[in-house]
């Protein structure tokens, strides 16, 4: 399923939200691919990635050795701080499809969070959603040498929250069934909520089976960034009047 456009309008010109798409769109086609399109320059993620092991291993560092990640006390000049990659990582992806997919959520989701709380505030708590996440995929593997990259735990958090404010909300969706298309209208509380469904089982799938191959997926941030979302958009979102009754979607 992928969104293309929800029903509930908006009071305030999104500015952050947009802002936030522009910031991760250069950063991936302008830092991480200077030089072209062939691929994600491997070193740089390393770099500027979040690594579990670094963040809960202070003074020790994770560098290319062959196929593999080495970590320990190894002299590595021009690493950036392991605290500075919680907040690189969230704007850097693996691939066009990966942000493409994040992109597109938040614009559509974004907005109206946004809407509701001002542009500062949804700053501070897209950042700190994007924490939140990768604390949750921290946690579950503390000791795991690989970079975690992207705005997908931000970007949930934004899906926390939305489907806190708009339960009621439609969602102009494109479906594929097999080889069968179609664009419905889908409840964003069905819609958002099955998405939370598939990421919480997918992390527990991981729990029984930590090597079985999360596909490079960090379901766990996923999860920890929704549940951020859900719990603290009360705090963040201001007190307005009540939003327009949802209107069709066009």
């Known amino acids: 399923m992928f969104p293309l456009k929800d029903n509930i309008p908006t009071e305030r010109f999104p500015l952050v939200t947009l802002a936030l798409i522009a910031v991760n769109v250069v950063v991936f086609l302008l830092w991480q691919h200077p030089t072209g399109f062939d691929g994600v320059g491997q070193a ?3 770099e500027y990635g979040a690594i579990p092991y670094e963040l809960t291993h202070p003074g020790q560092d994770c560098v290319i050795a062959g ?14 701080p392991a605290l500075l990659t919680v907040l690189t990582s969230m704007f850097m992806h693996g691939g066009f499809l990966h942000i493409g997919g994040n992109m597109l959520f938040l614009w559509i989701f974004g907005n109206n969070v946004e809407d509701s709380m001002g542009p500062v505030r949804f700053l501070l708590f897209y950042l700190l959603a994007g924490v939140a996440a990768l604390a949750g995929q921290v946690a579950f593997d503390p000791n ?20 806190v404010l708009h339960p009621r909300a439609r969602v102009l969706t494109l479906v594929f069934i097999i080889f069968f298309v179609t664009i419905i209208e889908i409840p964003a509380i069905f819609m958002l909520g099955l998405w939370f469904v598939q990421q919480a089982f997918f992390a527990a799938r991981d729990l029984s089976d930590p090597l079985g191959g999360a596909g490079g997926v960090a379901y766990w941030a996923h999860v920890g960034g929704f549940v951020f979302g859900l719990v603290t958009i009360r705090m963040f979102a201001r007190r307005r009047r009540p939003p327009p009754s949802p209107r069709p979607v066009f």
């Open 67 to 80: 196929s593999q990640l080495a970590c320990g006390h190894i002299p590595h000049a021009g690493d950036p």
């Open 144 to 163: 795991a040498a690989v970079p975690t990259i992207g705005a997908s735990g931000a970007v949930a958090g934004v899906l926390g929250a939305y489907i």
């Open 44 to 46: 740089k993620v390393v």
